[in-house]
């Protein structure tokens, strides 16, 4: 019960963040177009430097950028915690595990439920994706006014399966964008001590205190600083965004937004109705502040730790389903980036001249679902690893190359909902296996 009031009175603060920091941000996207327009550039230069620069650019030397730094000092701070609470939160789930066939039902059921929403995520985006271009939304975009911004070099998607198994035990441990190793590593020690049993008592003690001690930081972090660095984050980021980005890819913006939330009100619902048998209410509203936490940091990792706090003492999941199911699902189930990525492949297809026809809105969904395994849960990583996509459907003609370029200079709002998307997803298979396997306490769930 004292978690289930924390968790509201958390709930409402950022709440009141969110609204305050929306309306300061649209204020300042509007005293930013006024400014320009009316010959004042140096003045918003100088309030820019003051509030929201980010320090560490070319040339920033002389900036303040006070929101960005109480942003950045606190996604540092959880960033911080990611890799101490994957390792012993998974090490501590399978080391306690004594039947082994039922870690191999958890495991099994956990990767085919994030498939088949993935899955039906593509066919989703496919769909909306289709309907829009037949419309002729995805106009071609007028690339007068486009600096070319850089994106990556295009890779093999499969060179995840290579990242899984790290070569240097300590390095892996000190990269927090290196996720699957990791679980690899968590799982192979867990599965060693449950081997050894007794003759790990001490360590196994150890991480239990070490899981202890990570609670306690993630406590304070959460319930003293959130709302405050959530404020700047939002503030932050509208305030950096001007209208004459947003404009010439209108249509793509409205249609990835439409789809985002339609999938995240209805999808997951049904997915918690048909596959658990539960009234998806209760989830949708004790998870709302974690979707509101991960619009604000736009980062599903930086989201992960209280994921896992209010799907454990809010949503009553078992704190072993938890602990595999989340960090997992934070690395390879990316919904909301499949989504924007397939809708994002169309966009610049039609928009540079590029025939979409089945067979290639397939081979697009085949792509986006192996590139989103591969997603670091980092801000801005969905666009970044979009690039792959376009170089694999052979998008790459100077036209495509702009349509891309804009996709990167306007698409941190919508990263921000598609972090949202991703971080209820895993939370939604947490509950769903947990309930497969009676490890969901259904009384904690429905208070």
Same mark, same amino acid.
């Given at each position: ?9 958390? /709930? ?13 941000? %649209? ?17 918003? +230069? ?13 040339? $920033? ?8 730094? *109480?942003?950045?000092?606190? *996604? ?11 390792? *012993? ?41 289709? &309907? ?27 060179? @995840?399966?290579?990242?899984? &198994?790290?070569?240097?035990? #300590? ?9 699957? /190793?990791?679980? %690899?590593?968590?799982?192979? &020690? ?38 405050? =660095? ?18 010439? $890819?209108?249509?793509?913006?409205? +249609? ?53 706090? +209010?799907? #454990? ?11 595999? +199911? ?17 809708? /994002? ?22 792509? =986006?679902?192996? $590139? ?36 990167? /200079? @306007?698409?941190?709002? @919508? ?11 895993? =939370?939604?298979?947490?509950? @769903? ?15």
């Amino acid at each position: 019960m004292k978690s289930s009031q924390n968790g509201k009175k958390l /709930a409402i603060k950022m709440v009141i963040a969110l609204v305050c920091g929306l309306i300061t941000g %649209f204020g300042c996207i509007a005293l930013r177009e006024h400014l320009l327009s009316s010959g004042q550039t140096e003045l918003w +230069t100088t309030i820019n430097n003051v509030f929201f620069q980010d320090i560490t650019a070319e040339g $920033a030397t002389s900036a303040i950028g006070i929101f960005y730094i *109480v942003g950045q000092l606190f *996604v540092n701070a959880l960033q911080l915690i990611i890799v101490p609470m994957v390792f *012993v939160s998974i090490v501590l789930a399978i080391c306690v595990v004594t039947d082994t066939k039922k870690l191999g039902r958890i495991s099994s059921k956990t990767i085919l439920t994030f498939f088949i929403t993935t899955v039906c995520a593509l066919i989703f985006a496919g769909v909306i994706g289709s &309907v829009v271009y037949h419309m002729g939304a995805f106009n071609a975009v007028d690339a007068t006014n486009i600096a070319i911004k850089e994106g990556t070099v295009g890779t093999n998607p499969l060179s @995840i399966v290579m990242s899984i &198994v790290p070569n240097n035990f #300590v390095s892996a441990l000190t990269n927090n964008g290196g996720v699957l /190793a990791i679980v %690899f590593l968590a799982v192979s &020690v867990g599965l060693a001590m449950n081997q050894l049993k007794e003759k790990t008592k001490t360590v196994k003690k150890l991480f239990i205190e070490l899981s202890d001690i990570i609670s306690v930081c993630l406590s304070f972090v959460i319930n003293k600083f959130a709302p405050i =660095a959530i404020f700047c984050l939002l503030t932050r980021t509208f305030a950096a965004y001007g209208i004459d980005y947003l404009m010439p $890819a209108l249509a793509y913006v409205i +249609t990835v937004v439409i789809a985002l939330f339609a999938y995240l009100f209805i999808a997951y619902p049904l997915y918690l109705m048909i596959m658990a048998k539960l009234n998806p209410k209760p989830f949708m509203k004790k998870m709302a502040k974690v979707a509101l936490f991960g619009f604000s940091t736009s980062s599903s990792a930086a989201t992960l730790p209280l994921n896992k706090q +209010t799907t #454990v003492e809010e949503l009553g999941v078992s704190d072993q389903i938890a602990s595999f +199911t989340l960090p997992l699902g934070m690395t390879i189930n990316m919904d909301g980036t499949a989504i924007m990525q397939v809708i /994002a492949a169309i966009f610049v297809a039609a928009s540079s001249g590029y025939d979409v026809t089945f067979t290639s809105m397939a081979v697009i969904a085949v792509l =986006a679902l192996i $590139a989103s395994i591969g997603t670091p849960a980092a801000p801005g990583a969905g666009a970044v690893i979009l690039f792959t996509i376009l170089t694999g459907m052979g998008y790459t003609n100077d036209a495509a190359l702009l349509s891309y370029s804009l996709i990167l /200079a @306007i698409n941190r709002p @919508i990263e921000m909902l598609l972090t949202s998307l991703n971080v209820v997803g895993d =939370a939604s298979t947490s509950v @769903i296996v947990a309930k497969k396997e009676n490890m969901l306490d259904e009384k904690v769930y429905h208070s």
